[in-house]
């Protein structure tokens, strides 16, 4: 039998680890988008606090900062519940991971979406509010639309580097992937088999997601001349 | 916001942690320089032989989770009776060589890329005067490529430093005690977040930053004449 029977098990682990990867990118494309903001903002206080933001998030492990994030907010939350007479509120992981991921990767999004915006002629802007756009229509119509296409490389790394973070959130007690290959490691005493099955899964989502970035790149940069060196 | 006796008590274990982590980081960037200077040269030749494996190697390296091929090497070999009767047994048991080997391939893979990169951006007009004063191959890439390559790699070098220095955290999943494992073990025992992964991302920021520093310094002696801006730390894997 294939893996003992065990493949539908870590398939279903692959669900979960799809799904912490897509949800954390969502949410790391919010605070991406929001430290992005504020870093080119006037406002002194919001580039401070974003500054602060992506240079403690950038100078610590992930592990280490998803530990200390998932302790530290179980702990905060269930003393504010305490204070409150809420009694004691038990913290989905799943939930969890997902904030945690998206708050720590929102931190290197951040330099990306700061890079791709700054790559947009300052004057496009200038030429959307004289047409007397909206800061949010220039938004939508002129800046994100071409911010898209200077994010994608750093973008595709970061989600690179997301899908392959997401095997930490085992450590905090998430069913993953990685979860389900050591349960059935240890029940079939076969570690190697399972590890490398679930090595070559993450190695298959790197590649479909190499070959889907590649496709976009070419969406989003039609009618812009390649330069041949 | 810290506990102060706990946190004194723990320094010492901490000292330690930070031991374990720096001599893990020293060893893993030694064995991925040199085995990287080598695979780079393969990686960019144009004997398809060469490059092939070793795009191969970085693409399978690159595309899984560090922590998956810690525990592939840890706790999956011991599945095999050969290699429990082989004669290398012993140092596939022990938790340090596992993390020596699987930080090294690690490291090994990025940097080959690194370097392979600089190298592809030397000016071609570089290596045809090179070639046109008749120096060998060897010679081309001791006097001529790597010395522009190595400097070009700088700003990336550092990058991958730091993001080795933070994989290191991944060795508190096989028994290895450094800073992240100190951290967990003062949790469990005192169940207070600050004084222990809050020190712990403490030494690990100031690390961060001492790596970035020194590369800020190398970059101004090597990378003088293009006096270009220095980037920040950079994910790791």
Known sequence: MILHGYLPAILGGLKSTLSVAVLSLLVACVFGLLGAAAKLSESRLAHWAADIYTTLIRGVPELLLLLLLFYGGQITINNLADRQGWG????NPFIAGILVLGFIFGAYLTETFRAAILAIPRGQIEAGHAYGLRPLQVFSRIVLPQMIRHAIPGFANNWLIMVKATALVSIIGLDDMVHRASLAASATREPFTFYATIAV??????TVSLVGLHCLQKRYSLGVRKVDF | MFDWPVVLAALPDFFRGLRVTLILLAIALATGFVLSIPLAMARVSQNKWLSMPVFLFTYVIRGTPLLVQMFMVYHGLAQFAWMRQSAVWFLFKDAWFCA??????STTAYTTEIFAGALRQTPAGELEAAQSLGMTKLQIYARILWPGALRRALPQYSNEVVGLMHATAVASTVTLVEITRVARDVYYN???VTDSFGVAAIFYFVLTF?????FKLLEMRYLKHLNRKVSGPVAAR
Not at chain 1, 201 to 206: F, K
Not at chain 2, 100 to 105: A, Y
Not at chain 2, 210 to 214: D, R
């Open chain 1, 201 to 206: 899964i993450y190695l298959a989502i790197t």
């Open chain 2, 210 to 214: 001492t790596v970035v520093g020194i």
């Open chain 2, 100 to 105: 020596w080997l699987v930080f090294s391939m």
């Open chain 2, 190 to 192: 005192h169940l207070s």
């Open chain 1, 88 to 91: 004691y509120i038990d913290i």
